[in-house]
């Protein structure tokens, strides 16, 4: 039996360790702009966002993003124009989730009412 007070690293893991709760999406799509590997830009007319939080938001894009590239987001349905940082991406089937941070004073206000998600991704 262990008398050390603190958990171990597996068990650290199996928590969320995320700040705020992250919300699924449905149906959203967003432009999104970014440097491909070899350094051109590339442009997502409509990228399928998967989730959001107040801090940022995951998305599909159909090739990677370089961890801490700066990815430019636009939605004109949205009242979206800003930058997010790649925090995490990976291959899922045919397709990349993106994980980014917003960057500057972009954010997200969650609603303030329970919901039940999906739920449709509000102004940002």
Known sequence: MSTNPTPSWSALKRKDLRRTRR???????????????????????????????????????????????????QSAKHRLLGEATVRHCRRVGTKY????????????KPPDEPVTEPIPLSDI
Not at 41 to 58: D, F, P, S, W, Y
Not at 97 to 108: A, C, K, Y
């Open 23 to 73: 919300y699924l999406v449905d149906g959203a799509t967003l432009r999104v702009g970014w440097l491909g590997m070899n350094g051109t830009l590339k442009v997502v007319q409509n990228a399928r966002v998967l989730n959001i939080c107040e801090h940022g938001m995951a998305f599909e894009l159909p090739e990677p993003a370089q961890l801490v590239t700066r990815v430019k987001l």
């Open 97 to 108: 989730v993106v994980g980014v941070e917003f960057t500057d004073s972009l954010r997200w």
